[in-house]
């Protein structure tokens, strides 16, 4: 079996990570490991770190780096077949550390989005609550304004997306997010891609993975994932 590709994507809130790693999974069959999806699961679930992280998201707090490792890494050992992109873990360095011992990463993708736009793009989204699908009244607006897509309820926008919350929450975003870059960067593995658009950054993205990944081993976990 050819090598399998692991593969981070970082960046702040609404700088894209979400949207870029839905492309990188249809095109490249890579898994799209969402730390948010898993948790959201989790408390659906009612599982144990699902009740302990329910508390933190609902404040808006990261949740503590003991129940996202104890989460998380137990479901990347799940994935020993596959190749996958994770996205919204690591967010601290210690989860960086937990991962590292973990498994050995082959590409680390960090997008670069001035504050402008981020805020701008926040100020638009719009989720669906009980799935988290996420809507942009620009960008990709729902069919009918105001409501999902497949479940027809209403969407509503997160108290943290509100402009007064933005600011301080993309702050803090930075500080906790420097040392992950720096560890990074120190490994020789990550690639940086600045601008204010996904559709401009995803051509660079979509040619690095196409130089990284294997063209056979693309074409079998395509094979493998639908
Ligand atoms: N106007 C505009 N909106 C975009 C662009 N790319 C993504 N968006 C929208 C989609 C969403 O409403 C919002 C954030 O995108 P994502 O949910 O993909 O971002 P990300 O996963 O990084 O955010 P998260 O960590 O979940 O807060 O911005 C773009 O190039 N232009
Ligand atoms: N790696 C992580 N470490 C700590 N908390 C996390 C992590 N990933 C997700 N969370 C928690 O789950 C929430 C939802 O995550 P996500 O869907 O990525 O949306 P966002 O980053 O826009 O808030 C976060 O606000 C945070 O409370």
């Known amino acids: ?12 809130p609404g700088s894209g990570k979400g949207t870029i790693s839905e492309r990188v999974a249809s095109i490249f069959g890579l898994q799209h490991l969402s730390s948010g999806d898993f948790l959201r699961q989790n408390i659906t679930a ?3 770190a699902g009740i302990l992280a329910k508390a933190y998201i609902e404040k808006g707090a990261l949740v503590p780096d003991h129940v996202m490792t104890r989460l998380m890494l137990p479901r990347l050992e799940e ?28 590409v680390v993708i960090s997008l670069n989005i ?25 960008f990709n607006p ?17 108290e943290d997306d509100k402009p007064e919350a933005l600011v301080a929450r993309l702050r803090h975003y930075k500080d906790v997010a420097k040392p992950v870059i720096d560890l990074y960067r120190a490994k020789g593995i990550l690639h940086m891609f600045s601008d204010t658009e996904t559709d401009r950054i995803w051509p ?6 196409s130089a990284k990944i294997p063209t056979d081993h693309a074409d079998a976990q395509r094979a493998t994932t639908h």
């Open 114 to 138: 001035p504050l402008e736009t981020l805020k701008e793009r926040l100020r638009h989204r719009w989720i669906h609550p009980a799935s988290g699908r996420v809507y942009n009244m620009c």
């Open 79 to 106: 994935m020993t077949r596959h190749s996958w992109l994770l996205d919204g873990f690591p967010r601290t360095l210690a989860q960086a550390e937990a991962l590292n011992s973990a498994c050995d990463l082959d």
């Open 1 to 12: 079996m050819s090598k399998l590709f692991r593969a981070v994507i970082l960046g702040p």
């Open 142 to 158: 729902p069919r009918v304004q105001g409501v999902d897509d497949i479940t027809g309820e209403p969407l509503i926008q997160h």
């Open 204 to 209: 660079y993205v979509s040619s690095l993975l």
């Open 46 to 48: 009612n599982t144990e």
